[in-house]
C-alpha cells in the first residue's frame, strides 16, 4: 500500500508541539506523493502503461498552507516573535 501519514491527530488538547509533529507529517506526505506515486504514475504513463486501476493520492496542499503559506500560522507566529511587545495574548486574539 501507499505510505499515508496524510492527517492530524486529533486528541483533547494539541500542544504547539503536536502541531509541529503534524506540520512535519505533512511536509513528508506531500514529498513522498510527489517522489513515490506522482512521479512513478507519470512515468507508466510515458511509457503507455495503463494504470487506471491506481487510485489518485490526496492533495494536502491546503493544510500545508494553512500553516506556513502567506498569512499561514507559522509566518503569523514568527511575525509575532519578532515584535518587541510580541506575547501569547496578542498572537492569540
Known sequence: GILDIFGFENFPVNSFE???INYANEKLQKQFIVAAAE????DYEAE??????VATCPDNAAQIALLDGRGGV???????????????RAYVD
Open 18 to 20: 503536536q502541531l509541529c
Open 39 to 42: 512521479l512513478c504514475l507519470r
Open 48 to 53: 503507455g502503461i495503463a494504470c487506471a486501476a
Open 74 to 88: 507559522m509566518r503569523l507566529l514568527d511575525e509575532e516573535c519578532s515584535l518587541p511587545r510580541g506575547s501569547e
